[in-house]
């Protein structure tokens, strides 16, 4: 069983018994908007994350995930959504960049 809460969207909570699925599946089957623009193929950085607590239950970086941190487009404590396998609890952010429109954001 894992866990996410997303601090900033009213500490929202997700819970999925899915243990072969990325984050952004795990929201997407959770009914959670999460910016994905090329389509959680890793080749853009919308789906970033801002990993508060839990990065031990995550996945390696992924090589997309690597190749963005070398030109300095992941910075250390973010992660891509859709790159990221997790097997236990965690706590993310959405960076204010992006953010969704159409969503209320809390602090
Ligand atoms: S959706 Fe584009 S890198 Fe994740």
New binding site residues.
Partial sequence: MVKIVIENLAQKEVCSKEDRASV?KIFQSNYIDWM????????????KMIVLEGADHLSALSQ?EESYRKKGELSYGER????TFITGACVVRVPDENKLPHLTYTS
Avoid at 80 to 83: F, I, K, T, Y
């Fill in positions: 952004l994905h623009a090329c389509g959680g193929k890793g080749r853009c950085t919308t789906c997309a891509l959504a859709c790159q």
